[in-house]
């Protein structure tokens, strides 16, 4: 066994629970001054007072001093796409001067043309690409991610995705959640009878995935233009025989009623939802189904933002993810996420940090075991360099994450990696 002892923090901030929070309790944080948290392998062992911890516990093997920062649990990032080839940054400049990002997927860019970049790289290269990206989420204090495929739209490349989200878990301190998404585009090979390539999803893709044991969870871009309600729920019908979440990409550019859909069929989790109806807001307030906003991606597209305070009003379940993916949202940053979702969604931010932890572990079934810094959960906590929870969005624009400990381990420190 190995121990850890995190001291001299200003104070430890956290949400509580193993379900996700909503309403007035989404704000409500315990505030510990002065605590100390104690790790004995992957596990919180204690949080409290120091005299405390020195009367119950023998000294721990290391120390690491927060020197007046302020501790929060490691950020859960529940909704990514962090393995790619190649770039769009010229479809970034197109935005700008104007085109909208469905006139440029049909046109040939948008997913497809990360798809071409992608079905073109080997193992070692997609791998490579990925486990910098890892540095670069964890430097800015996320512990665990979400990762889905969704980049290959074949057999083949769908499955080397998910072997690289393997080996990256393998490989790297961050942990992954692996997510099959097939269902994220119709490729230009099967455009002309798009019924065929979801029959290929439905009888051959993803009971091959399945059987490979390559994801935990399924989703689908249900879209205008892309998957339609039926569609979308064909592909669903044997997520449950194949012990598979649910996540759905529901109401991004249109009203569809992906919210409805994501709550009749149980989901795990409703993202982006920028153009959710009331009708699913009030669908996912009844629901155990959280609601995953992704202002990253209404940032980088220039859309509107996601009602969040209506839904929080209303009683859902709120989340934030990066989005992190090469056309819509490229960015690995956590921070930025909060920023985004109290300056320009109006949360508070002390909303933004449960729906950033607690609520986002709740959005891939883990709320068990991370996304609070509590006894029995993983010893995954980032440090900031200053002494207030505000200063994750206050000082904007800049790296707040000082300390990053992940499953017991000092992994990040004054600001580098050491893993
Ligand atoms: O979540 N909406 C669909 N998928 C991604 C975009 C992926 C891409 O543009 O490459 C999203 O925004
Ligand atoms: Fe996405």
Known sequence: MTSLLVRGASRVVTPSGTTARRGEALGELAKYEGAVIRCEDEEIVFVGPSDEHDGKFPPPDEVLDAAGGCVLPGFVDPHTHPVWAGSREDEFNRRLRGESYMAIARSGGG????????????????????????????LHGTT??????GYGLDLATEVRMLEVIRETDRRHPVDLVPTCL?????????????????????????????????????????????????????LLADAGRYGWGIHLHADELTPLGGAELAVELGALSADHLVHVTDRGIEALAGSDTVAVLLPGTSFF???????????????????????????SS?????PMILALATL????????????????????????????????????????????THFHVVYHYGINPIRHVVKNGRHVVKNGRLIH
């Open 144 to 149: 665990t991610v979400e990762a889905k495929s």
């Open 111 to 138: 997913i497809n043309a990360t798809v071409r970049a992608t079905r073109a790289a080997g193992f070692d290269e997609l791998l490579g690409g990925t486990l910098p990206r890892l540095d670069t989420f964890l």
């Open 330 to 334: 490229p960015t690995e940053s956590m």
């Open 344 to 387: 320009a969604m109006g949360m508070t931010v002390e909303e933004a940090i449960t729906a950033a932890t607690l609520n986002t572990a709740a959005a891939i079934g883990r709320a068990d075991a991370i996304g609070s810094l509590e006894v029995g959960k993983h010893a995954d906590l980032v440090v900031l360099w200053e002494p």
């Open 301 to 327: 597209l220039r859309s509107s933002y996601a009602p969040a305070r209506r839904m929080i009003e209303a009683g859902c379940a709120v989340a934030l993810a990066t989005d992190c993916n090469p056309g």
């Open 182 to 234: 097939a269902a994220h585009e119709v490729p230009p090979e099967h455009r002309d009878d798009p019924e065929r390539w979801v029959r290929l999803l439905v009888e051959t893709i993803h009971p091959e995935i399945a059987r490979l044991g390559l994801a935990e969870a399924v989703d689908v871009f249900c879209e205008e233009g892309v998957f339609d309600l039926d569609q979308t729920r064909r």
